[in-house]
């Protein structure tokens, strides 16, 4: 076990370090540095004007360097101007020149600033995870248990009225996606063309005060996409349950049907639909950068949004480290919980 | 000319009934529910002379109730829609709305008659008639596909010109008539204007093009690069499968949007990149076709020639005319004999990358699992080429969970690709297509519904449609 672990930490590391390049790669080219240097600089510069501006901030270098810096395993670069002051990526950071450390990227605990925000990038992601870490965790409360409960509720007589009902809203939900579902809402609760304005049409409000009025429709925009995927693997794991020898032995002895579904079958039935839980991490984060945007909450899916539509390079570099931690690592729960769960399955 | 109503003069008839027959529904359904929790399942007694009687009880009338009651609702349903096309905008907007639709109707109504007369020499597809859900789902899918056809060959279902503005009409309600009405336009915004006064209607009609052109060719590449790439990985494992699964899991590994803010923002487009990735991509088809052919025919050379020059020839010339734009980065072929739009081929081009590596995955697990089976043996007991194995035994025996994956991810497509548009990603802002559309029409939504509704519905009904067929083919496809 620990080995498995282990293998799976070190591809883990790979994995980010691949798709950081990636990301570093594609954001340093140049029709995107030169957008860069417009939106920074000035909207009206010329060719020359922004090749000048790029070289004196570090940017017009070999990517591998470049990439290098950022992750503190090259030195800082440094640049002296004619008139004898000295810049840098390190120089930045200190106070005078000559004490600025030589290497200063991520090993070092330095994660660039944000171009955009004007702030260091890892203030400004752990704030607004923050912000996105409350958002999911009304989410999760609102999305697995109804999502289980209606998937047994579904999966205990197959075929039944209720599980005809249930399943035709749970595929449902998964057919519409948060873009159409928040727009239903928002016209539906919000607008004064319907005229119910039982909640409020932007979260903005949200992230000083959250309260039921701002907050519960863009938790349960997320909630209902994700939640009619997590039922139907529920509904499929319960009936595929019910039909099992033990469950039908059960019966036999005379064992009444609540006494079934509770005991007996409810606990092997929950076994795969962790795994989708956990799996469905990775689709609430596009889930919230969908959101997010929709509802104006400023948090880490919003982010994402302003750092690539400016090409904030660094700050872009941080929302995809932890984008991709919370991905690999719910891989990773999920293998393992599988594993606890399910005594017939063995990592090796 | 007065503005129109929604059901018009059929609603004076119709709609008490439908007002009436609803709540009835809904309270049936409900007892339905309840009951079958609070009493006794219904037993099917048998006579002594043969027969069998359903013992109905509370729950079996509670069952005639709701299936009647729902029955006739589908009754006043259609009507609205079947005299609406006849009586055109006389019965509102609903009315004029059927009525624009005729050719869609027929058609629909062709395709079933055909089919569920001949559904017995129709393997797969016709069994699809047997399933009751499959048969909704198929319906409004091709409900959306008719649309498209006929807004896009012959120009008949949308009323105005998708991009044109007419002035005066900046958002107005549904119903409204023009307001400098000239010959020959239609005299209506059936669904109302936009914010830059264009019809919302002919809009979401021309919009249903955009998807049905894009979402099923983009899935059917994704699953080829899948396949391609799958079958191997699945087949041999080893140092292969290592690498392959390496990078699928890298490319899953990225936040969609991330990967979309990072293909396709026009910066990228002017360095050429993502006609790079078509170069690679586009090349999977003619691979597999190639392979494909070769395994069946080697040991027949003629044959075999034969085959692979009257299939790989075109695909080549086409191959090479998708990938070649003029005043682009790729230009080195003389013979373009058609240039996709460029923003047509990033969003195309992302969208495949993003699904091939999950259908990659799914293949390799069906490989791994079909793999073990004894006809997989026997073949290579026989001396057959891995390659025949993997194409010609094995993949035919993954069919059914590809068919079935291949709807739900066309679903998945057309929501990527409503995203997109949701961000201003790719297509032009003008573009009809439905997640464009939303995002023009949410920045109103708390005054003016009517332009980001119906292309949310009609999205939110294609993405239905399509997972109701996926279940109805998943049931029909397990049953033999």
């Not at chain 1, 883990?12 to 950081?20: D, E, I, K, R």
């Not at chain 2, 027949?300 to 682009?328: G, H, K």
């Not at chain 2, 009904?461 to 109805?472: I, K, Q, W, Y």
Request: charged share 15%; with cysteine; aromatic share 10%.
């Amino acid at each position: 076990m620990g080995l498995f672990i282990l293998r799976r930490v070190g591809v883990m590391l790979l994995t980010s370090l691949c798709l950081t390049f990636v990301v570093f790669f594609l954001t340093n080219l140049h029709p995107n540095l030169e957008k860069l240097a417009k939106t920074q600089g000035n909207v009206r510069m010329t060719d020359e004007q922004v090749e000048v501006w790029l070289e004196n901030r570090g940017y017009m270098r070999p990517v591998i360097v470049k990439y290098g810096e950022w992750l503190g395993v090259a030195p800082g670069w440094t640049r002296t101007t004619e008139d004898g002051t000295v810049t840098g990526r390190c120089v930045a950071l200190a106070a005078t020149p000559d004490e600025a450390s030589t290497f200063c990227g991520v090993l070092q605990g330095w994660w660039g600033g944000s171009t955009v925000f004007k702030e260091p990038v890892l203030g400004i992601v752990g704030e607004k995870l923050a912000l996105t870490g409350r958002l999911m965790l009304w989410v999760m409360l609102l999305m697995v248990p109804s999502a289980l409960i209606v998937g047994v509720l579904a999966g205990m007589r197959e075929g039944s009225p209720l599980d005809r009902t249930l399943s035709t809203v749970s595929i449902t939900t998964t057919a519409t996606p948060e873009y159409v579902s928040g727009v239903l809402f928002i016209a539906i609760f919000t607008s004064s063309a319907v005229g119910l304005k039982w909640f409020k049409g932007t979260a903005a409000s949200a992230m000083d005060a959250p309260d039921f009025e701002n907050f519960f429709l863009p938790v349960l925009t997320i909630a209902l996409y994700g939640m009619g995927y997590i039922a139907r693997m529920t509904r499929a794991s319960m009936a595929e349950v019910m039909t099992a020898q033990y469950i039908r032995t059960a019966r036999l002895k005379g064992v009444g049907f609540r006494a079934i579904v509770l005991k007996h079958a409810l606990r092997n039935a929950l076994i795969a639909p962790f795994t989708v839980i956990m799996l469905q991490f990775p689709w609430l984060l596009n889930g919230v950068v969908i959101v997010e945007t929709l509802f104006n909450y400023k948090g880490f899916g919003w982010t994402l949004v302003q750092a690539a539509g400016n090409n904030d390079i660094e700050l872009l570099l941080g929302v995809s480290v932890v984008s991709v931690f919370v991905v690999l690592v719910t891989q990773l729960i999920s293998d393992i919980g599988y594993v606890y769960l399910n005594p017939r399955i063995s990592v090796t | 000319m007065d503005p129109l109503t929604w059901t018009g003069s059929l609603g004076t008839v119709l709609n008490p009934v439908l007002f009436f027959l609803v709540p009835l529904f809904g309270v049936a359904v409900a007892a339905r529910i309840l009951l079958s929790l609070v009493t006794p399942e219904t037993a099917v007694q048998s006579n002594p002379d043969g027969t069998l009687v359903a013992t109905g009880g509370m729950q079996g009338g509670a069952r005639m109730a709701s299936n009647g009651l729902g029955l006739l609702l589908l009754v006043v349903l259609l009507a609205y829609l079947a005299l609406g096309a006849v009586m055109g905008p006389q019965a509102g907007i609903i009315g004029a709305m059927s009525q624009q639709f005729v050719p869609v109707w027929i058609a629909l109504a062709a395709t079933y008659a055909l089919s569920i007369r001949y559904k017995r020499r129709l393997g797969l597809y016709g069994k699809l008639f047997d399933s009751t859900i499959g048969m909704i789902g198929f319906g409004i899918v091709m409900f959306w596909v008719f649309t498209a056809f006929f807004a896009g060959v012959f120009d008949w279902i949308a009323t105005q010109d998708s991009l044109s503005q007419m002035s005066g009409m900046k958002n107005k309600l549904p119903g409204e008539p023009l307001a400098q009405p000239e010959d020959g336009t239609y005299p209506w915004y059936l669904l109302g204007g936009d914010n830059l006064a264009r019809d919302v209607f002919s809009r979401m009609v021309e919009g249903s093009l955009v998807v049905i052109a894009i979402a099923p060719l983009a899935t059917l590449f994704a699953f080829m690069v899948g396949i391609t790439l799958g079958l191997p990985a699945g087949y041999y494992g080893g140092r292969l499968d290592t690498l392959l699964s390496f990078l699928a899991n890298l490319i899953l590994a990225f936040p969609v949007i991330l990967l979309f803010y990072l293909l396709v923002t026009p910066e990228i487009v002017l360095t050429g990149l993502p006609q790079y990735m078509a170069v690679v991509l586009f090349l999977f088809p003619l691979i597999f076709a190639g392979v494909l052919i070769h395994a069946r025919y080697r040991t027949q050379p003629p044959r075999n020639a034969l085959w692979l020059s009257v299939v790989l020839v075109p695909m080549a010339v086409i191959y090479l005319s998708a990938i070649n734009e003029p005043e682009s980065k790729v230009t080195f072929w003389p013979l373009d004999l058609f240039d996709i739009p460029s923003g047509i081929l990033t969003v195309f081009v992302s969208v495949v990358f993003v699904n091939a590596p999950t259908v990659f995955r799914i293949v390799r697990g069906l490989v791994m699992d079909i793999k073990t089976r004894d006809y997989v043996a026997a073949a290579q007991t026989r001396g057959e080429r891995p390659w025949y194995i993997m194409l010609w035994e094995i993949l035919p025996n993954a069919r059914g969970p590809l068919i079935v994956d291949f709807c739900l991810r066309i679903g998945y497509t057309t929501i990527l690709l409503g995203t997109l548009g949701f961000f201003g990603l790719g297509l032009p802002p003008e573009s009809p297509d439905w997640g464009t559309t939303i995002n023009d029409g949410r920045r109103l939504l708390s005054i003016y519904l009517h332009p980001a509704l119906p292309p949310a519905l009609a999205l939110l009904s294609l993405v239905l449609g399509l997972n109701l067929l996926a279940d109805g083919l998943r049931e029909e496809s397990l049953r033999d």
